[in-house]
T-cell receptor
Framework: GESVGLHLPTLSVQEGDNSIINCAYS??????FIWYKQESGKGPQFIID?????DKRQGQRVTVLLNKTVKHLSLQIAATQPGDSAVYFC??????????????FGGGTRLMVKP | DGGITQSPKYLFRKEGQNVTLSCEQN?????MYWYRQDPGQGLRLIYY???????QKGDIAEGYSVSREKKESFPLTVTSAQKNPTAFYLC????????????FGPGTRLTVL
């Protein structure tokens, strides 16, 4: 079946550098995407989302880019800090809001920040 | 404080026993979800509920059961029929009317001894 996946399972960056985490999706009908951050032993925490009618959305130190042509999603973290170390998941909305709003999750990318 | 709570944080079960995981939210969200997470993997949907007294199976419902008698509560029972229940269980909720984002609780780690 169609699903969301990630290119890089582990990303190691130097503190202060920018991080880019990538995600590929295959369901062309998906219209909503979310990035979550999960620290060890905790539940996923919402970071940022984007709808399919947008190419870019910015938050505090984070930017999500959506390329619908190649079905690619990325999360950019500016000036990466040790507190950013975690596993990052992308998720896509595979069903309408009135049909349960199911999300399909990728396998996750572990971000390691070196001091 | 508004949010989603799960209890217990850690749970140990002997083989053949049923256990119930609690999920409570005071966000006034209509929709609630249960996911299972195995080490180094993403989340898989077990059950979801869009409104009180209604719930639907997700991708991996076998060996699990749920109830939704109250809007605030969505307990998950892991039955003895679940062959490999050791995992991290996550509950989420969503404001069905206006949002597409799901917000997660802190999780319960279940270990079968």
């Amino acid at each position: 079946g169609e699903s969301v996946g990630l290119h890089l399972p582990t990303l190691s960056v130097q503190e202060g550098d920018n991080s880019i985490i990538n995600c590929a999706y295959s369901n062309s009908a998906s219209d909503y995407f979310i990035w979550y951050k999960q620290e060890s032993g905790k539940g996923p925490q919402f970071i940022i989302d984007i709808r399919s009618n947008m190419d870019k959305r910015q938050g505090q130190r984070v930017t999500v880019l959506l390329n619908k042509t190649v079905k690619h999603l990325s999360l950019q973290i500016a000036a990466t800090q040790p507190g950013d170390s975690a596993v990052y998941f992308c998720a896509e909305n595979i069903s309408p809001r009135n049909a349960g709003n199911m999300l399909t999750f990728g396998g996750g990318t572990r971000l390691m920040v070196k001091p | 404080d508004g949010g989603i709570t799960q209890s217990p944080k850690y749970l140990f079960r002997k083989e053949g026993q049923n256990v119930t995981l609690s999920c409570e939210q005071n966000l006034n969200h209509d929709a609630m979800y249960w996911y299972r997470q195995d080490p180094g993997q993403g989340l898989r949907l077990i059950y979801y509920s869009q409104i009180v007294n209604d719930f639907q199976k997700g991708d991996i419902a076998e060996g699990y059961s749920v109830s939704r008698e109250k809007k605030e509560s969505f307990p998950l029972t892991v039955t003895s029929a679940q062959k490999n229940p050791t995992a991290f269980y996550l509950c989420a909720s969503r404001d069905r009317g206006i949002e597409d984002t799901q917000y997660f609780g802190p999780g319960t780690r279940l270990t079968v001894l």
